[in-house]
């Protein structure tokens, strides 16, 4: 296979290698630390969690890098991206020891978001300077390759730290637990990162570089322009709205999915059982992701961009209505999968149209604006289902606008991008 291939030939160099080992290890802590909000807020025995306690978690878990990404460059491109990813590191271990305290004080208010959203708002800067630091450790020619199996490598790390998360909670039933060792991941993350030398992922600086103000006040110019660019490449900003539509409705699936879990299929005795089930649940969405990536990249050679997504769309509001109504767990395992292959088939392949169809000057910019429109949309999601939803999650009105916003969706964009795409 040839992400093997890749994977295996990256490996080889020593200075890949390190950096790789802190991508793993960072998001393999970020896996553990996302049961663990979702552990101490949906089910504990305490709280039944209604559809606005999930929205207020989405919100705090996916604003920060939609809020924070296009400027966390500003600081890439002058401190030592090494340094950065020590320093946040460290940073992310000792916010996460102050959110276990104040879960040990039993306080889900307004303290324990805020220590979830400074936890998460340094998160982002530890994605981007992985990011920023991977041209110093790769070749040029390597480095389609390495942006292709290092996210994908990190996905994989991050479902394994969910599902080591999991585990942890089901086996000694205590959130701190699963908070402590987060903590340790965070900090071996922090001791692999100092392997690298302190200047080996840059930046290097020329000594001409804008001032902080005015390098933020650029970035901010720099979107507007990214999105007048949009209106000129008719098709990469059709690949956005569609991204940002199936972010909206696969929101609103994964909403009703948390509730239907914690509050219609178990009661407030089977907090146990719900949780494990749920994990089930993601980690079937989880496999159809990884199916998507393999799958896509053949698909998009026997069909151009367009057909593909439009197809996706279509299955996406298939399988919603069935087997996703009949609202039994085996159902709902299978059209989980079917889901999150669907949805991970329209990720790749407008990441490849915006690729492909915007001027290489103008990517950045527009690819800033692909992490908010995708974020945003989520959140969106999440608090629309916070005023439609019932608690039980079970809603058949609810559920025939998903199916009505994927088949639209894939209507719409069907007609809207008739000028042929390219193939992947």
């Not at 698909?299 to 961009?305: E, G, I, P, V």
């Not at 629309?384 to 998903?402: E, F, T």
Request: include cysteine; charged fraction near 15%.
């Amino acid at each position: 296979m040839q992400f093997i291939r890749d994977l295996v030939r990256l490996l080889r160099r020593p200075d890949f290698r390190r950096l790789f080992a802190v991508r793993l290890t960072s998001q393999l802590g970020d896996g553990v630390f996302q049961v663990a909000l979702a552990s101490y807020v949906l089910f504990s025995p305490e709280r039944a969690p209604d559809a606005a306690a999930i929205a207020g978690l989405f919100a705090v878990a996916l604003l920060p890098y939609s809020i924070l990404g296009p400027f966390t460059g500003v600081l890439l491109d002058r401190w030592s991206r090494r340094q950065i990813l020590f320093g946040a590191n460290l940073t992310r271990a000792a916010l996460v020891l102050v959110v276990a305290a104040i879960v040990a004080a039993g306080n889900a208010g307004a303290l324990f978001y805020l220590a979830v959203l400074l936890t998460l708002g340094v998160n982002r800067f530890l994605l981007s300077g992985l990011s920023a630091g991977l041209p110093h450790v790769v070749d040029r020619d390597e480095l389609v390759m390495a942006n292709a199996v290092t996210p994908t490598s990190g996905t994989a790390s991050f479902m394994v730290g969910g599902g080591l998360g999991a585990l942890i909670k089901l086996v000694t039933d205590s959130d701190l637990i699963v908070l402590g060792t987060t903590s340790a991941v965070y900090v071996a993350a922090a001791c692999l990162a100092l392997r690298l030398g302190r200047r080996q992922l840059g930046p290097d600086l020329s000594g001409e570089e804008p001032g902080l103000a005015e390098a933020v006040r650029s970035i901010a110019a720099g979107l507007v322009d990214g999105g007048r660019h949009l209106r000129e490449r008719r098709q990469a900003a059709l690949g956005l709205a569609a991204i940002g539509s199936l972010r909206f409705f696969f929101g609103l699936v994964t909403v009703g999915m948390i509730l239907l879990y914690r509050n219609h299929f178990y009661g407030p005795g089977q907090l146990d059982q719900a949780f494990g089930a749920l994990a089930l649940a993601t980690a079937m969405v989880g496999a159809g992701l990884f199916v998507a990536a393999l799958v896509t990249p053949w698909a998009t050679r026997k069909m151009s961009l367009r057909q593909w997504i439009t197809g996706l769309f279509v299955a996406a509001a298939v399988v919603t209505a069935f087997p996703g109504g009949l609202y039994t767990q085996p159902a709902l395992l299978i059209a989980g999968f079917l889901t999150g292959f669907c949805a991970q088939g329209v990720k790749i392949s407008v990441d490849t149209l915006v690729q492909t169809g915007v001027d290489d000057v103008y990517r950045g910019r527009v690819f800033s604006l692909y992490d908010m429109i995708f974020n945003v949309a989520q959140v969106s999601a999440a608090a629309l289902g916070a005023l439609v939803l019932p608690d039980s999650g079970k809603s058949y009105p609810v559920l025939a606008l998903i199916i009505l916003g994927f088949a639209l969706t894939s209507l719409t964009y069907s007609r809207l991008s008739r000028t042929p795409l390219p193939t992947a």
